[in-house]
Antibody, heavy 124, light 107 residues
């Protein structure tokens, strides 16, 4: 059975740093591109960024709103995905979801599998 | 960045109704579009990718069409479990972007 379990959220002060984790089981993690998607309270979905698989050199892509502050990484030996967030702002307050991608027909889609999310609140 | 708009933003419908949601892209995205369903407090669920390919396990009452800049998601006969918010997402170019969502509510 597929499981993606996010952790590491909580209450953090503005300007602080945090690392979110996503533990994966039930599918071959190393084959998949992985994405982070966030959702501010009562708002829509926002794609945060992506890390590709080993075959694609673990390269990353980011949304403009987080580029330079967020870093996505993965450890295939631990079936784990990470999101390092620095210089936290109030507008980073959101539920953060990890999602496994898949590639088809010339592109790679988000979210064949999803975690249940971890809530990050940035407030003093 | 490629912007996506969805219409309507809110839709009130009854069980058994045929429902159509439109997603428009600010520039051509070929068929690199996906549709998601999200229920309150839950993770999104992938319904359709490649604009018209039904994800495994998704009921056949869901269908998608379109290419270029205009896309539609159709639910042929709305069921009680379909009341949710629906999002489109483009995967033609980075940054990937979602539409603002369409909430389907019970009339």
């Amino acid at each position: 059975e597929v499981h993606l379990v996010e952790s590491g959220g909580g209450l953090v002060q503005p300007g602080g740093s945090l690392r979110l984790s996503c533990a994966i089981s039930g599918f071959t993690f190393s084959d998949h591109y992985m994405d982070w998607v966030r959702q501010a309270p009562g708002k829509g979905l926002e794609w945060v960024g992506r890390v590709r698989n080993k075959a694609n050199s673990y390269t990353t892509e980011y949304a403009a709103s987080v580029k330079g502050r967020f870093t996505i990484s993965r450890d295939d030996s631990k079936n784990s995905l990470y999101l390092q967030i620095n210089s936290l702002k109030a507008e980073d307050t959101a539920m953060y979801f990890c999602a496994a991608g898949f590639c088809s027909g010339g592109t790679c889609y988000v979210g064949v599998y999803w975690g249940q999310g971890t809530l990050l609140t940035v407030s003093s | 960045d490629i912007q996506l708009t969805q219409s309507p933003s809110f839709l009130s419908a009854s069980v058994g109704d045929r429902v159509t949601i439109t997603c428009r892209a600010s520039q051509g995205i070929s068929s690199y579009l996906a549709w998601f369903q999200q229920k309150p407090g839950k993770a999104p669920k992938l319904l359709i990718y490649g604009a018209s390919t039904l994800q495994s396990g998704v009921p056949s009452r869901f269908s998608g069409s379109g290419s270029g800049t205009e896309f539609t998601l159709t639910i042929s006969s709305l069921q009680p479990e379909d009341f949710a918010t629906y999002y489109c997402q483009q995967l033609n170019d980075y940054p990937l972007t979602f539409g603002p969502g369409t909430k389907v509510d019970i009339k």
